[in-house]
């Protein structure tokens, strides 16, 4: 069974810094991308980072280039978001998921349909 756990949310000002955790387990396919995506209230889930597998390949949306990083622990299957100067509009929660093969990368990189599995979600907080 794919399992997708994500944490790490929490309460921070702006200015400042998370560190998200994904851990996953129960995969069975050869090759994968982790992606992180956000969902404030009232809008759209929003992609904004994918890691291939193995991390060579990395993508971020211009809304938090430059801000996130995203890495992969290999041997513990856990991928982080590393999130600096935090804005207030970063306000969401924050979930993980997984795309099969290069599915991702052929159909849309921050398209939530390109996903296959998803984790529960965490909550961030950035209050100005």
């Known amino acids: 069974e794919v399992q997708l756990q994500a944490s790490g949310g929490g309460l921070v000002q702006t200015g400042g810094s998370l560190r998200l955790s994904c851990a996953a387990s129960?995969?069975?396919?050869?090759?994968?991308?982790i992606g992180w995506f956000r969902q404030a209230p009232g809008k759209e889930r929003e992609g904004i980072t994918l890691?291939?597998?193995?991390?060579?390949?990395?993508y971020y949306a211009d809304s938090v280039k430059g801000r996130f990083t995203i890495s992969a622990d290999n041997a513990k299957n856990v991928y982080c978001l590393q999130m600096n100067n935090l804005k207030p509009e970063d306000t969401a929660v924050y979930y993980c998921?997984?795309?099969?093969?290069?599915?991702?990368?052929?159909?849309?990189?921050?398209?939530?349909?390109?996903?296959?599995?998803w984790g529960q979600g965490t909550l961030v907080t950035v209050s100005s």
């Open positions: 890691i291939s597998k193995g991390g060579v390949e990395k």
């Open positions: 129960g995969f069975t396919f050869d090759d994968w991308g």
């Open positions: 998921a997984v795309s099969i093969g290069k599915a991702a990368q052929i159909l849309g990189i921050f398209g939530p349909d390109s996903y296959d599995f």
